[in-house]
């Protein structure tokens, strides 16, 4: 058991950092060396939602393991990054099609998927900054 905590130990934290980095490096050099602004929101869309699923796996994963309790800031961000990507992508894309939804225009909408994931950034670093995992 003990081996499979560490494991998802190293896990938790290579999935946050990968947060922060798809977020400060990763899609902000695609937006800058691609020419394609479409392509470049394309590939930045599907590393996001890559970060959802591994979120998600990591927080199971979690739910299977002694101090399931302790992690809420944890569930927090996974659930914050699905209502992202299965509630907010959509109508991302209706905005983008149609020019808004909701009276909001798809730049309002990308900001309030911005704010969802840095929030969920926030509480997966905050998870791992809190929690002693002697």
């Known amino acids: 058991m003990r081996q499979v905590q560490s494991l998802w130990r190293v896990l938790l934290v290579l999935w ?13 050099v695609l937006f800058h060396d691609q020419p394609d602004r479409h392509l470049a929101g394309l590939l930045a869309g ?9 979120g998600v796996a990591v927080a199971v994963l979690k739910l299977l393991l002694p101090g399931r309790t302790r992690a809420l800031l944890l569930y927090a961000a996974a659930a914050v990054l699905a209502l992202n990507e299965w509630a907010l992508r959509p109508v991302l894309a209706a905005a983008r099609a149609q020019g808004s939804v909701l009276s909001l225009s798809f ?4 900001g309030v998927s911005a704010l969802l994931y840095g929030a969920a950034c926030l509480a997966a670093v905050l998870f791992v900054w809190n929690n002693d995992f002697r």
């Open 107 to 110: 730049g309002a909408w990308h």
């Open 46 to 54: 599907r590393l996001f939602s890559i970060e959802t699923y591994l």
């Open 16 to 28: 946050a950092g990968s947060l922060w980095s798809v977020a400060l490096w990763v899609a902000p």
